[in-house]
Nanobody, 115 residues
Framework: VQLQASGGGLVQPGGSLRLSCAAT????????MAWYRQAPGKQRDVVAS???????NYAESVKGRFTISRDNAKNTVYLQMNSLKPEDTAVYYC??????????WGQGTLVTVSS
């Protein structure tokens, strides 16, 4: 599975961005996809996840502001980020899990929230 993330950039506080992650290759068996983020000097943490059935989970810090969605036909997962805060600044990574055990990562896309 190859993951190609896009959509990062510079945005002012309160603004919005939408990240996309397209999965290619052997995508059969993917049971979940997720977005993680890693700020400078910090560990990589999960932001949001979505399973094949459509159920979603969010980190407390982004609940009500971020929305994860998935287009199964396009094997693409999205992260709509609204009301962005400076503390959302990080490199965002797309993750796909296959057969509940194999993990694949995208290359990361930088999101900077600053005035």
């Amino acid at each position: 599975v190859q993951l190609q993330a896009s959509g990062g950039g510079l945005v002012q506080p309160g603004g919005s961005l939408r990240l996309s992650c397209a999965a290619t290759g052997v995508t059969f068996g993917i049971n979940a996809m997720a977005w993680y983020r890693q700020a400078p000097g910090k560990q990589r943490d999960v932001v949001a996840s979505i399973i094949t059935g459509g159920s979603t989970n969010y980190a407390e810090s982004v609940k009500g502001r971020f929305t994860i969605s998935r287009d199964n036909a396009k094997n693409t997962v999205y992260l709509q980020m609204n009301s962005l805060k400076p503390e959302d600044t990080a490199v965002y990574y797309c993750n796909a899990q296959r057969y509940y055990s194999q993990n694949f990562w995208g290359q990361g896309t930088l999101v900077t929230v600053s005035s």
